[in-house]
């Protein structure tokens, strides 16, 4: 079947540009995830989803970054006013209850 | 103390080398356990689920130690193949919540 799906894959804009991101979760996962790794660090939690409402937003750096999610199903990230230090790997992962995480490929963004 | 603690290595062993990483995690609460695999420039991977009574999958056996609060990978008869970084990743229990917190990661290097 159809694993978690991100798009783009690669993004590189301009620094004070807005950006979004896109996952589109395992079909029937209910729980969606968005994580950020930079090169060579660990995963960095932003932000988690139940359905459609993100009852844990704690990770999010600033309030230039939000989240939603529709329909239970796909979510957009959104990155205003990007900064160099938001380049990074994005990853999104799906799950079902407290079973294991499938993750997206990610969207590598660079910010110049 | 940080919630869930790796290692970072590099581990370099031969081929062939059994070779072991342990992750603490400091929530006692903690609920699920696994072990990822993350190649260069890609997604992790699940590699398996720690059960409590210990588990084993080919050449890969996961352990978890809950007085201590440790989960353990061990790897026999390791190829080159196995080169990659090894992420603990743990769940814990609370109200409901359930947000993966991933280790930073411990490298192996399998070298001829």
């Known amino acids: 079947g159809a694993g978690v799906s991100q798009s783009p894959s690669n993004k590189v804009t301009e620094k004070g540009k807005d950006v979004e991101l896109r996952c589109d979760p395992i079909?029937?996962?209910?729980?969606l995830y968005w994580y950020r790794q930079s090169l060579g660090q660990g995963l960095e939690f932003l932000i988690y989803?139940?359905?459609?409402?993100?009852?844990?937003k704690s990770g999010l750096p600033s309030d230039r970054f939000s989240a939603e999610r529709t329909g239970g199903s796909v979510s957009t990230l959104t990155i205003q006013r990007t900064q160099q230090e938001d380049s990074a790997v994005y990853l999104c992962a799906s799950s079902q209850g407290n079973s294991p995480l499938h993750f997206g490929n990610g969207t590598r963004l660079t910010v110049t | 103390r940080k919630e869930v603690e790796q290692d970072p290595g590099p581990f370099n062993v031969p081929e062939g080398a059994t070779v072991a990483f342990n992750c603490t995690y400091s929530n006692s609460a903690s609920q699920s356990f696994f072990w990822y695999r993350q190649d260069c420039r890609k997604e992790p991977k699940l590699l398996m689920s720690v059960y409590s009574s210990g588990n084993e999958d080919g050449r890969f056996t996961a352990q978890l130690n809950r007085a201590s609060q440790y989960i353990s990978l061990l790897i026999r008869d390791s190829k080159l193949s196995d080169s990659a970084t090894y992420l603990c990743?743990?769940?814990?229990?609370?109200?409901?919540?359930?947000?993966?917190?991933f280790g930073r990661g411990t490298s192996l290097i399998v070298h001829p």
């Open positions: 079909s029937g996962h209910t729980a």
């Open positions: 989803f139940q359905g459609n409402s993100a009852p844990d």
């Open positions: 990743v743990v769940i814990p229990a609370s109200g409901g919540s359930y947000i993966p917190t």
